[in-house]
């Protein structure tokens, strides 16, 4: 195959962005048509990237003109495309969450199976980035001894809109997908815990939340979401060891000296601090659906961390700590 031609549906700004980002910086595939729900919006965009504009995401999924699909619609409607790419026997990349629901994850898990071939990516971009991997590779080598305990931290400038249950359903759903990869174990319980809330919280919104997880063998991890932190986009991983401790990378900046001051300037949102774990991302997507594979984060993936973020939904609505139990990871996920 010369060129991987895709088919995105969402196209609002993190839909966008992939366009540029496959058709002006990547190799090997375009994006030639897209759909919305917004027909007219739609249109403005496809004339925008001069590609095709679809009335219908499925029946742009199901054409001989697309090779694979690229999701980025609001999240309850990444199961419907999701399918309809299985149907179609199409390689699919769907942005986070795969779905709301863990129902509707273990759907697209079964429909997976039945159709006999592994065909999508869930877009949990951070187990691409340079720092997360330097962690991985350090804990994978043993020289520091066994993790012990994980300290992170995931802050947002703002978000508007949030309410009490995106914390961990939209933020820390990262932490919960990246962690598990980085120490290759499933959780076995979570809770939340609010600490006082912020006076630049929206409404209802409980802000800051910090999520503790526990793994299989015993690792324990705090991750603190704090989405109106009102200073910039903060995101930390301290990984403690029996003899090391690792810490992930922040992006270089210079340091300037000015008005009696040291500054080092930090990034303001997620756009700005990972474009190059999205540009890796996708390139080995591109490169692994050309070879007739899937080798980034699976349909299993998706379904374990919308477990995972489910119970700690759970633990904070209750308050309480809450057991997490996943089904058994079927022989087709196993690598
Ligand atoms: C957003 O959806 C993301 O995926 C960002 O990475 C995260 O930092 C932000 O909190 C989410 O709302």
Known sequence: MEELKIGLVGTGAIGRTHIERINNTLQGAKVVGCADANVDFCKSVAEKY???????????????????????????FHEQYVMAAIK???????????????????????AEMAAGKQLVQVGF????????????????????????????????????????????????IHEIDVLRWLLGENYK??????????????GELRDPQIMYLTTESGVRIDVESFVNCRYGYDVRCEVVCEEGCLNLPEPANAMIRTNDSRVTPICHDWSERFPEAYNIEFQSWINACKEGRVDGPSAWDGYTAQVTAKAASKARDTQSVVEIKYDAMPDFYKK
């Open 189 to 202: 319980t979570a809770e939340v815990v609010f600490p006082k809330t912020t006076r630049n919280a929206e």
């Open 88 to 110: 179609a026997g199409k390689y699919v990349f769907c942005e986070k969450p795969l779905a709301p629901e863990a129902d509707a994850c273990k759907r697209i898990v079964e």
């Open 125 to 172: 971009m951070r187990r691409y980035d340079p720092g997360y991997n330097q962690l991985k590779k350090a804990i994978d080598s043993g020289k520091y001894g066994l993790p012990l305990m994980l300290h992170c931290v995931h802050r947002n400038y703002d978000a508007p809109g949030f309410t009490t249950s995106m914390p961990v359903e939209n933020s820390m």
């Open 50 to 76: 001069a590609i095709k504009a679809w009335e219908s995401g499925e029946e742009m999924i199901a054409s001989d003109e697309i090779d694979a699909v690229v999701v980025t619609t609001l999240d309850p």
